[in-house]
């Protein structure tokens, strides 16, 4: 976990600053917008242009593997064999060329077609979580609607049996866990898990692999085997492909629901706005991500020296890049502090542009786009439950949601 130590001049794991870091992204971007952090070990950007240009710099390597390693500080490396091999495969963690390759490859299970056929997915998961609440007139958007839909839709669209799905979401949870918070006192604990839990998932998608090889579906498992087998390729990085898939693409969208409900709720002008024109939904979907973006930061290790705004980087630091920060500089954005459902334009980062552009941005716009617009349809009271605390998440950079977030409707 990219935890604090020392005390730092910009506290951003300070509770106020994890909860609402906006006010002390503006003073590092006017202050220091290429800052050192001392206690943090690492280099943190905040202004657009920077941010843009970073995503962009091939000198920036994307493999954090050493990272991780030195994260997980004493612990055995021979406890995480399985683990290590599955994340050590994901395309995110690659540079060109190797990841062009992969790249292509994946780009072949998000063709046009697939994502249509997928429509009616999202739509009935997205439905049959909200038959189950409401009539109680009350609900967590967390543990009831955003946790649970992206990883049953994601399960649904590799095609994997209903029996299989509670159980593969649960060992991508635990894979996610190390991966996402290398330290603490249970690592040892959480490796173990982990490193099972790796076995478990690469064993099903194994399973899946040649169930899908005699008889081809419209699933990502299939097309993605298609994929891999016209190109005469083995299997063996597709476990690899399907944990980033279900990780990347469920824990970002478990988080921007809420972010986008809470949106809505403290700018009801807005609220009424998108009720009385749900024609503006896709571009109310683009300012939530702005707005409030549930990845706020990417990290890259610089591969050699280089001078971002008059100011050197060392060779093999560690840059973190702002994507939350750039996506309100007043330098790129009019009013960059308003949330505006029809803003335009919006071309936010909140999707990481450059060679790691977001594989799953289509799908997460429609995934949104379906979500709110039926949240808003059956639910358009919706508003805070004001005897239950919202709460923020605390814990981390990379990520940022709630806990929880308590509505009446
Ligand atoms: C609101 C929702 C989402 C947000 C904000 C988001 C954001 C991002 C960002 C910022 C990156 C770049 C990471 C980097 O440069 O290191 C990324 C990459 C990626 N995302 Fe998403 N994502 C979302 C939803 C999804 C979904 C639904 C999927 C798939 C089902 C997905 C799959 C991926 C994959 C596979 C990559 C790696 C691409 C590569 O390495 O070439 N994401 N995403």
Request: with cysteine; aromatic share 8%.
């Given at each position: 976990?990219?935890?604090?130590?020392?005390?730092?001049?910009?506290?951003?794991?300070?509770?106020?600053?994890?909860?609402?870091?906006?006010?002390?992204?503006?003073?590092?971007?006017?202050?220091?917008?290429?800052?050192?952090?001392?206690?943090?070990?690492?280099?943190?950007?905040?202004?657009?242009?920077?941010?843009?240009?970073?995503?962009?710099?091939?000198?920036?390597?994307?493999?954090?593997?050493?990272?991780?390693?030195?994260?997980?500080?004493?612990?055995?490396?021979?406890?995480?064999?399985?683990?290590?091999?599955?994340?050590?495969?994901?395309?995110?963690?690659?540079?060109?060329?190797?990841?062009?390759?992969?790249?292509?490859?994946?780009?072949?299970?998000?063709?046009?077609?697939?994502?249509?056929?997928?429509?009616?997915?999202?739509?009935?998961?997205?439905?049959?979580?909200?038959?189950?609440?409401?009539?109680?007139?009350?609900?967590?958007?967390?543990?009831?609607?955003?946790?649970?839909?992206?990883?049953?839709?994601?399960?649904?669209?590799?095609?994997?049996?209903?029996?299989?799905?509670?159980?593969?979401?649960?060992?991508?949870?635990?894979?996610?866990?190390?991966?996402?918070?290398?330290?603490?006192?249970?690592?040892?604990?959480?490796?173990?898990?982990?490193?099972?839990?790796?076995?478990?998932?690469?064993?099903?998608?194994?399973?899946?692999?040649?169930?899908?090889?005699?008889?081809?579906?419209?699933?990502?498992?299939?097309?993605?085997?298609?994929?891999?087998?016209?190109?005469?390729?083995?299997?063996?990085?597709?476990?690899?492909?399907?944990?980033?898939?279900?990780?990347?693409?469920?824990?970002?969208?478990?988080?921007?629901?809420?972010?986008?409900?809470?949106?809505?709720?403290?700018?009801?002008?807005q609220l009424q706005k998108l009720?009385?024109?749900?024609?503006?939904?896709?571009?109310?979907?683009?300012?939530?991500?702005?707005?409030?973006?549930?990845?706020?930061?990417?990290?890259?290790?610089?591969?050699?020296?280089?001078?971002?705004?008059?100011?050197?980087?060392?060779?093999g630091s560690v840059v973190a890049?702002?994507?939350?920060?750039?996506?309100?500089?007043?330098?790129?954005?009019?009013?960059?502090?308003?949330?505006?459902?029809?803003?335009?334009?919006?071309?936010?980062?909140?999707?990481?542009?450059?060679?790691?552009?977001?594989?799953?941005?289509?799908?997460?716009?429609?995934?949104?786009?379906?979500?709110?617009?039926?949240?808003?349809?059956?639910?358009?009271?919706?508003?805070?439950?004001?005897?239950r605390q919202a709460i923020p998440?605390?814990?981390?950079?990379?990520?940022?949601?709630?806990?929880?977030?308590?509505?009446?409707?």
């Amino acid at each position: 976990m990219l935890t604090n130590t020392k005390s730092p001049a910009y506290d951003l794991f300070s509770p106020e600053a994890l909860a609402n870091p906006y006010e002390l992204y503006k003073q590092m971007r006017e202050s220091d917008p290429v800052y050192y952090s001392e206690s943090l070990g690492y280099w943190i950007l905040t202004r657009y242009q920077d941010v843009e240009a970073a995503l962009k710099d091939e000198r920036l390597s994307a493999d954090r593997s050493s990272l991780f390693i030195h994260q997980i500080g004493d612990l055995d490396i021979r406890l995480i064999q399985n683990f290590l091999q599955l994340i050590g495969n994901m395309m995110i963690e690659k540079d060109p060329p190797e990841h062009s390759r992969m790249r292509k490859l994946a780009n072949q299970g998000f063709t046009t077609r697939a994502l249509e056929s997928w429509r009616s997915i999202i739509q009935q998961t997205t439905d049959r979580l909200l038959d189950q609440v409401q009539t109680q007139g009350y609900m967590d958007i967390v543990d009831d609607l955003s946790v649970p839909l992206p990883a049953l839709i994601i399960a649904e669209i590799f095609g994997v049996p209903e029996c299989d799905r509670a159980n593969l979401i649960q060992w991508a949870a635990d894979i996610g866990t190390l991966w996402g918070a290398p330290s603490g006192q249970n690592i040892e604990k959480l490796a173990r898990k982990a490193d099972a839990a790796a076995i478990q998932f690469t064993n099903l998608i194994q399973h899946l692999i040649e169930e899908r090889r005699r008889q081809p579906g419209t699933d990502l498992i299939s097309l993605l085997t298609i994929a891999y087998e016209a190109q005469g390729l083995d299997f063996a990085e597709l476990p690899s492909l399907c944990i980033l898939i279900l990780n990347a693409g469920h824990l970002t969208t478990t988080d921007l629901i809420p972010n986008g409900v809470a949106a809505l709720l403290t700018h009801p002008e807005q609220l009424q706005k998108l009720i009385a024109h749900p024609e503006l939904m896709q571009s109310a979907v683009e300012e939530m991500i702005r707005y409030d973006s549930p990845a706020p930061f990417v990290f890259r290790i610089a591969k050699e020296e280089i001078v971002i705004s008059d100011t050197t980087i060392p060779a093999g630091s560690v840059v973190a890049l702002g994507l939350g920060a750039a996506n309100h500089d007043p330098a790129k954005f009019t009013h960059p502090d308003q949330f505006d459902i029809a803003r335009t334009p919006n071309e936010h980062l909140g999707f990481g542009p450059g060679v790691h552009y977001c594989l799953g941005a289509v799908l997460a716009r429609m995934e949104l786009a379906i979500c709110f617009t039926t949240l808003l349809k059956r639910m358009p009271n919706l508003r805070f439950d004001v005897d239950r605390q919202a709460i923020p998440r605390h814990t981390s950079l990379v990520f940022k949601g709630f806990e929880s977030l308590p509505i009446l409707f």
